[in-house]
């Protein structure tokens, strides 16, 4: 069955399409910059969505697998002088081997067990790049603009276009993948992996190539991250973070392929109004509170969320996104 | 049914707060824009791990820039708008801050904390985009680009101690031992580069944790150190210098003490604050520390306004030392809009683009001789290839619980770190 | 070189005292787990909570300990009632995997509302326990560790004798055996599992109290919760005994390994030996030391 069914269908992508890429025309840079990563939080998130909402497998560790991507890519354009798609690509591979190394245990275990050996990854992956000399360490390293064959992607809009680019690739690739026998043998692993193995499902062979493909997604994200960015430290990778990916993924609605792209630009379009409206503001108005209280307004906010989908919308904003389709469709007849 | 309505409702409660906020400051900040203003980026850590400095940074940074605009008329008779963005001691957060600040018309930008200018200079150094770091180290400006030092950084904290320990304080014959616990981040590392450049120079031995160049480093939020500190404590150390924040400073001198380490205990700046005497206590007697401003109430041309500012605005913050570092970080940026305006006008600076931070930087940063901050820190120059710009720092000792200052303004020297091949490995 | 035993005496009892540190910690996620089989999370921002409301009462209040204290206990079971009853409740019989996720979003809560309350990221207690040090052959202990390990062994006598014969004890554990039979006999599950928590926010407030006596309060203690996590891994996530075992030998890790090993390697190396651990315990024995290997079927 094809993705895209009918004429809307099409009309609908190709309206989008236009509009993604002709964003450059009405933004500014500043907002460009948003969205820039909005794009590369939704690689990541995609990836995350595959190995947790598809293959059921919960990973906490995902900035860890973000910086592995970032900083492969910065050591190998900046040490060894290789072009951008080269780090890029390989920014993939490792992430998605290291991903394989630290997903081992989920052989054994699954559940809370692999959720702490995926926190344990996150502490030992920052620990080897804050102290290894290729990384730069604690002060981080410069990393130059992403460039292809001589063009380099340095103002706002041309960065746009690589990174929705990609993004849009991979998303393209999350949505087909899991429509194959592997997208369908993850999920008969997240549903009942004991089950799936009786089936004949191949669990080891299926868990840890979950495991790559989320990775390596991660990677590609921390790759362009790196080259978008130009400056990296172990610091723009926190386990506030790796929480954050999981929050996206459960606002957007886990195992589903448009649930990321929604609890992304939930997530990060809340974050940026946040932090660059609602607390400057707050922290003016309300002087009775002790000042710098304003600052909790953002994890509170995060963490409420959070909660209340788990709660009231378990299947996260995709599902609401299906609801609002159906009665579109079944209008004016709704049952 | 219930849930789904509590549902739509909840979200369409955020959605509504989301959308009516930034509408409502919009309408606040309008009616500004008669007057013709310069904007100013600022940055601090107001949250999160740093917030114990950031936040009476912000205090005074703002402050001082209500006292300018309040009753010096502003520069040259244009107000100063504030761009405050906190960033939460989150490095992911900086680029956007700074693109926002570029985007905002912002003429200059400053942050308080070396991590956070590390993570913002890659971007800042790219588009020209003139910064100014309260608190620095080497690597924000070896080599020098587009990034400011407004004092003397971590490494030269390290030199100018080490310099007065062995003029007045050592006794001993041959090279006093010199052991250095390091913050996992630039503020650690400066003090460590300093410590592997000068070393033979200066006539110690630095007491490596194995390999040159590996200093004993701990954590922004660790619980223990006797276990680092036992080590240290084998190998007979003279001095043990400290380059970190003040949390993980008292927790160091706590456990010294505890081990009953008979050592000369020092501070760099970043943990010298009054934060630091409260979480330590009397295990705080003492103490050396390394201070690039004037402590609070002495005599100095700019102490009465800030006080007053402090006691009306942020009485919480009197007596701590950042809140003089903020206010004098305003002043200096003020100073350098001043400077830019004087020599080359304010339509120049008025778009707050590309051009405008040239001219920030070429007619104002680099046009700075000797402004004395009104006797806040050390006086203001900028010499050619020196990105700091005030480049002396004083020697201060806790006794009977009060800071007292030992020594006058030291000048630290320049420090082209990298000449060394090691540096940013 | 001479093997330097005051060293090695020094290293020996600061590990066995921070070890009891996470043990306390680990003993709070125990219970829970024990009881419902729900891993939390949020137990170090839970910790945090409970040391910044300790200082409110103590240091701004300017309560004396013998009432802030017990202020600071009821704080706990309310807190512990107030996230089981309106985040946990809705989400019984729900997947793993939301259980966990619940708790991280409970955990990013916190530390929003922590900011919110207390902006000030870092701040002493006033002193609880005597600053002299003790003294053992060469090595120091200082008194507040002595404090936490008797504290710690005294909660862990406390809950095994609650679990083994307090009918709620055996309530809670048969719960977590099988919800369904035990709704079945009569037995209000809801209460055993708002009890369980409003036990472990108390445990957890105990912990807090001592180690932010210990240092100072700050975001730190966030991180030590996640490393009490190779505890729970180490001893098995249903077992107290395996609390109090795997404890100390994690902090006995951490301090050899930093001790010995620093020199060798990266620094910070102690920091990262628990993870290290956590990994080699999930790959060689996954049901930890001491805990109940279950056996799954279809």
Redesign the interface.
């Known amino acids: 069955m094809a993705i895209l069914r009918t004429r809307t269908h099409w009309g609908l992508l190709i309206a989008i399409l236009v509009i993604l890429f002709t964003t450059p025309l009405y933004l500014g840079n500043y907002w460009l910059g948003v969205f820039n990563f909005i794009g590369i939080t939704l690689i990541a998130a995609t990836g995350l969505n595959i190995l947790t909402g598809y293959c059921g497998q919960l990973s906490i560790g995902h900035a860890g697998f973000i910086a592995v991507g970032a900083y492969t890519s910065a050591i190998l354009t900046t040490r060894f002088e290789m072009p951008f798609l080269v780090g890029l690509l390989c920014a993939g591979l490792m992430a998605g081997i290291i991903g394989i190394i630290f997903g081992l245990p989920s052989i054994r275990v699954k559940g809370f067990y692999l959720a702490i050996t995926t926190i344990a990854a996150q502490f030992i992956i920052m620990w080897v790049i804050n102290q290894w000399g290729w990384t730069g360490g604690q002060l981080g390293m410069t990393v130059p603009f992403a460039s292809i064959g001589g063009y380099v992607f340095r103002s706002g809009p041309s960065q746009f276009y690589l990174i929705i680019g990609i993004t849009v690739l991979c998303v393209f690739f999350a949505k087909n993948l899991v429509r194959t026998k592997v997208g369908r043998a993850f999920i008969a692993i997240r549903d009942n992996d004991l089950a799936a193995e009786v089936m004949g499902v191949n669990l080891t062979y299926y868990k840890l190539l979950a495991f790559f493909i989320g990775c390596f997604f991660a990677g590609i994200a921390g790759s362009l991250f790196a080259h978008w960015n130009i400056t990296l430290t172990p610091e723009q990778f926190s386990f506030t973070d790796s929480i954050l990916y999981v929050g996206i993924i459960i606002i957007g609605g886990l195992g589903t392929s448009v649930g990321p792209i929604f609890g992304v630009l939930f997530i990060r379009l809340l974050k940026e109004i946040l932090t660059i409206n609602v607390v400057p503001f707050l922290e003016d108005k309300l002087t009775m509170f002790p000042s710098g209280f304003a600052s909790g307004v953002t994890p509170m906010m995060f963490g409420l969320v959070i909660v209340l989908f788990l709660i009231l919308e378990p299947r996260g904003l995709a599902h609401r996104w299906n609801l609002f389709k159906a009665s579109y469709r079944l209008w004016p007849f709704s049952y | 049914m219930k849930i789904k309505k509590l549902l739509i409702s909840s979200i369409v409660c955020i959605v509504l707060i989301i959308t009516t906020l930034p509408l409502m400051t919009a309408c606040g900040g309008g009616a500004d824009k008669e007057g013709k203003t310069i904007k100013l980026g600022i940055t601090t850590p107001s949250t999160g791990k740093a917030a114990e400095k950031g936040r009476p940074m912000e205090h005074g940074q703002k402050d001082a820039i209500a006292y300018v605009n309040a009753e010096l008329g502003g520069v040259e008779g244009y107000k100063i708008e504030i761009v405050w963005r906190d960033n939460g001691y989150d490095a992911a957060q900086m680029s956007n801050i700074v693109r926002n600040f570029m985007d905002e018309g912002c003429v200059m930008f400053s942050t308080s904390s070396s991590a956070m200018m590390t993570a913002a200079m890659g971007l800042a150094n790219q588009y020209g985009f003139p910064g100014l770091a309260a608190f620095s180290s080497p690597n924000l400006y070896r080599p020098p680009q587009h990034i400011y030092g407004q004092l003397p950084d971590y490494g030269d904290d390290f030199l100018a101690f080490m310099n007065y320990y062995l003029d007045e304080v050592w006794q001993g014959s041959g090279k006093p031992k010199v052991a250095i616990h390091a913050l996992n981040n630039s503020t650690g590392k400066g003090a460590i580069d300093a410590a592997r450049a000068f070393a033979d120079e200066m006539g110690i031995t630095i007491l490596w944790d194995g390999a040159e160049g590996k200093a004993f480093e701990h954590k922004a939020d660790t619980i223990s150190e006797m276990e680092s500190l036992t080590r240290i404590k084998a190998l007979n150390p003279d001095v043990l210098y400290i380059s970190s924040t003040p949390a993980p400073t008292a927790l160091i001198i706590k456990n010294a003490r505890e081990l009953g380490m008979n050592v000369a205990i020092a501070s760099g700046h970043a943990g010298f604050t009054s934060k630091l005497f409260e979480l330590a206590g009397a295990d705080s007697e003492g103490v050396y520390g390394v201070f690039p401003t004037v402590s609070w109430g002495d005599d100095v041309p700019g102490m009465d306004k800030l006080m007053e500012y402090c006691g009306a605005n942020h009485p919480e913050d009197a007596g701590n030392g950042d809140y003089i570092t903020g206010w004098a970080q305003s002043l200096i940026m003020i100073k350098i809009v001043e400077t830019a305006i004087k020599n080359a006008g304010y339509d120049a600076l008025a778009a707050g683009d590309a051009n405008a931070w040239a001219v920030i930087e070429n007619e104002g940063i680099k046009k700075l001789v000797n402004y004395l901050v009104e006797g806040l820190h050390g006086p203001v120059s900028y010499s050619v290839g020196d990105n700091r710009l005030s480049k002396s720092v004083r020697v201060f000792q806790v006794v009977n619980g009060k800071v007292e200052a030992l020594t006058d303004w030291i000048n630290a020297p320049v420090v082209k770190y990298e000449d060394f091949e090691w540096f940013g490995q | 070189m001479d093997f330097?035993w005051?060293?090695f005496l020094?290293?020996t009892i600061?590990?066995l005292s921070?070890g009891m540190?996470y043990a306390l910690i680990a003993l709070g996620f125990a219970l829970i787990w024990k009881a419902s089989s729900v891993?939390n999370?949020a137990l170090g921002q839970i910790v945090l909570i409970s040391s910044w409301f300790t200082y409110s009462m103590l240091a701004q209040a300017g309560l004396p300990a013998y009432i802030g204290l017990p202020i600071v206990a009821i704080f706990a079971l309310f807190l512990g009632w107030v996230i089981e009853r309106f985040?946990l409740r809705?989400?019984i019989a729900?997947p793993?995997?939301?259980l966990?996720?619940?708790t991280?979003?409970?955990?990013?809560?916190?530390?929003?509302?922590?900011?919110?309350?207390?902006?000030?990221?870092?701040?002493?207690l006033p002193d609880l326990f005597p600053k002299e040090?003790i003294h053992i052959g060469s090595a120091?202990i200082?008194q507040e560790y002595v404090w936490v390990i008797g504290i710690c062994l005294l909660v862990f006598l406390a809950l095994t004798m609650f679990f083994r014969y307090h009918r709620m004890g055996i309530a809670m554990r048969a719960t977590a055996d099988d919800q369904m039979a035990v709704q079945a006999c009569g037995i209000p599950v809801t209460r055993v599992f708002s009890t369980s928590w409003m036990f472990a926010c108390v445990v957890a407030a105990i912990g807090g109290v001592l180690?932010s006596s210990?240092?100072?309060i700050?975001?730190?203690?966030?991180?030590?919760g996640?490393k009490a996590?190779?505890v729970v891994?180490l001893g098995g996530?249903d077992s107290f005994i395996g609390a109090i075992v795997a404890g100390p030998i994690i902090g006995l890790a951490?301090?050899y390994g930093?001790?010995y090993l620093?020199?060798?390697l990266?620094?910070?190396v102690?920091?990262?030996i628990p993870?290290?651990i956590?990994?080699i315990v999930?790959?060689i024995k996954?049901y930890g030391l001491f805990g109940e290997e279950r056996i799954?079927?279809?």
């Open positions: 330097n005051g060293e020094q290293f600061t590990g921070v540190v891993a999370l985040a809705p989400l729900q793993i995997l939301s966990i996720a619940v991280l979003g409970i955990g990013y809560f916190l530390e929003g509302l922590i900011t919110f309350i207390w902006p000030l990221s870092t701040a002493a040090v120091v200082s180690i210990i240092g100072s700050s975001h730190g203690l966030v991180e030590t996640l996590f190779s891994i996530l951490e301090t930093g001790g620093t020199e060798h990266w620094a910070g102690r920091d990262v993870f290290v956590i990994i999930m790959v996954p799954e079927r279809i």
